[in-house]
């Protein structure tokens, strides 16, 4: 098993890594050179659950990141929405992955909230099944019913481009994250179904008309996984103070992301950037909202991080850095663990 706590070490769950897309199943569970998460390193650092991103890479359709520089250019360089056809096979391989880490017993997909309660009672990292855009799933809906048996529970229905549900967010600073359309019919047939079914919706990569339209259909808990501040840093991927307030009054939640570009005031992509300036994200959404709408949401694997914090062994240093920041204990258990748990529920119906 994949006992991940060490003594006095706090529990901590994480909001969003990408290492299933781009890690076997082998390398995770015996270790792999590089990236930012491994069974090891979760276990060195605290990480008991996560939410296990499942992306869907379809070359010729990515946006050039180095044009699309604003709302317009992004929309030229991906014109066309991307289909299931492209999708569907790369994301079940991903899916594959989990499952079989699962049948190892080296860590536990949560399908409901006691999942979460029993794997951290038993010690076995708690993993949850997400999609990362919604691509692989039909504009009918037919996959979503599949995917949900296969233990999918959380879904954000685009990447940073647009597809038959919506419209992602370009990668763009400074800018505003008020890119362009919101939420097609498709798309809101989507987060409705999501919330019969028990399955949490992740506006992280959403544009910000996309996220109004998720917030009118006042079906789900607002859930942005691995998102900043824009009034920290300009970033069209980090969220306004007027969506801050709305995930507050959803009863959601914000996993600050540990992505350095989503963090520096200068938004470069320098991993010499203090801890110090994530905290600054967290305690500006505590301080609007309240400490039970923070979390943690990382990115690991699919972006730069703190070097301070280095990968998921250094999660601690985070932890101490929250507390130098004015963050108490129970601050801490709830950032760390306790707000994931408690949304998630909420979003699964128990």
């Known amino acids: 098993?994949?006992?991940v706590r060490l003594p006095?070490?706090?529990?901590?769950?994480?909001?969003?890594?990408?290492?299933?897309?781009?890690?076997?199943?082998?390398?995770?569970?015996t270790g792999r050179a590089g990236g930012h998460l491994d069974l090891a390193r979760a276990r060195a650092g605290g990480l008991a659950g996560g939410?296990?991103?499942?992306f869907s890479g379809t070359p010729g359709y990515d946006p050039d990141f180095d044009q699309a520089q604003d709302g317009a250019a992004y929309r030229l360089a991906v014109a066309e929405p991307i289909g299931q056809d492209v999708a569907a096979p790369h994301a079940t391989r991903s899916a594959?992955?989990?499952?079989?880490?699962?049948?190892?017993?080296?860590?536990?997909?949560?399908?409901?909230?006691?999942?979460?309660?029993?794997?951290?009672?038993?010690?076995?990292?708690a993993a949850v099944m997400h999609l990362e855009g919604a691509e692989a799933i039909d504009a009918g809906l037919d996959a979503l019913?599949?995917?949900?048996?296969a233990g999918l529970r959380s879904l954000g229905p685009v990447w940073s481009r647009p597809n038959v549900f919506a419209h992602g967010v370009p990668f763009a600073f400074p800018a505003s994250p008020d890119t362009g359309p919101g939420l097609t019919a498709a798309g809101a047939?989507?987060?409705?179904?999501?919330?019969?079914?028990?399955?949490?919706?992740d506006v992280s990569h959403l544009n910000e008309a996309g996220f109004w339209d998720i917030a009118r259909l006042d079906v789900t808990p607002l859930i942005a996984s691995h998102s900043g501040v824009h009034a920290l840093c300009a970033s069209t991927?980090?969220?306004?103070?007027?969506?801050?307030?709305a995930i507050g009054a959803s009863g959601g939640l914000i996993g600050i992301a540990f992505a350095v570009a989503f963090l520096r005031e200068d938004g470069r992509d320098?991993?010499?950037?203090?801890?110090?300036?994530?905290?600054?994200?967290?305690?500006?959404?505590?301080?609007?909202?309240?400490?039970?709408?923070?979390?943690?949401?990382s990115d690991f694997d699919g972006a730069t991080v703190p070097a301070q914090l280095g990968d998921a062994a250094g999660l601690p240093r985070l932890l101490d850095a929250l507390r130098d920041g004015g963050f108490g204990d129970a601050d801490l258990r709830a950032i760390a663990w306790d707000n994931w748990r408690r949304v998630l529920g909420r979003a699964w119906g128990g």
């Open 1 to 3: 098993m994949g006992v």
């Open 8 to 29: 006095g070490v706090i529990a901590i769950f994480d909001g969003h890594n990408d290492t299933i897309t781009c890690a076997d199943a082998t390398d995770f569970a």
């Open 96 to 125: 594959g992955r989990l499952l079989a880490l699962e049948r190892a017993g080296h860590l536990r997909l949560a399908r409901c909230a006691a999942d979460l309660d029993d794997a951290l009672r038993d010690g076995v990292l």
């Open 189 to 201: 047939a989507l987060v409705r179904r999501c919330a019969q079914l028990g399955i949490a919706v």
């Open 51 to 54: 939410i296990f991103a499942i």
């Open 270 to 297: 320098d991993a010499d950037t203090p801890l110090a300036t994530l905290v600054a994200h967290a305690r500006h959404v505590a301080e609007r909202i309240g400490v039970e709408h923070v979390a943690l949401g």
């Open 237 to 245: 991927r980090n969220l306004t103070d007027a969506q801050i307030d």
């Open 145 to 149: 019913e599949l995917w949900h048996a």
